[in-house]
Nanobody, 115 residues
Framework: QVQLVESGGGLVQPGGSLRLSCVVS????????MMWYRQAPGKQRELVAS???????NYADSVKGRFTISRDNAKNTVFLQMDILKPEDTAVYYC?????????WGEGTLVTVSS
């Protein structure tokens, strides 16, 4: 059974930091890219960051310089370090991976940035 389980969300003040984790089980992890998406209330889901199987990273312009994606292949886990958080970062954050013809998603973890 394929599972992607996110954790690490919560309430944080503007300027603060959070570290999200996503543990993958039931499928091979290391050969595949991993992504973090987010969906804010009333908005479409958007790609935040991606990391290839070789560790190459890409970021949305809105998070460049503030967010860092990384992976630990030994633990089948992908991380999203989020620093200098802004109220506009408030969203449900989802872990994602793709296989031929299939998209796999976690349940999401809520991040709220508010004073």
């Amino acid at each position: 059974q394929v599972q992607l389980v996110e954790s690490g969300g919560g309430l944080v003040q503007p300027g603060g930091s959070l570290r999200l984790s996503c543990v993958v089980s039931g499928m091979l992890f290391s050969p595949y890219a991993m992504m973090w998406y987010r969906q804010a209330p009333g908005k479409q889901r958007e790609l935040v960051a991606s990391i290839s199987n070789l560790g190459r990273t890409n970021y949305a312009d809105s998070v460049k310089g503030r967010f860092t994606i990384s992976r630990d292949n030994a633990k089948n886990t992908v991380f999203l370090q989020m620093d200098i958080l802004k109220p506009e970062d408030t969203a449900v954050y989802y872990c994602n991976t793709k296989r031929t013809g299939m998209d796999y998603w976690g349940e999401g973890t809520l991040v709220t940035v508010s004073s």
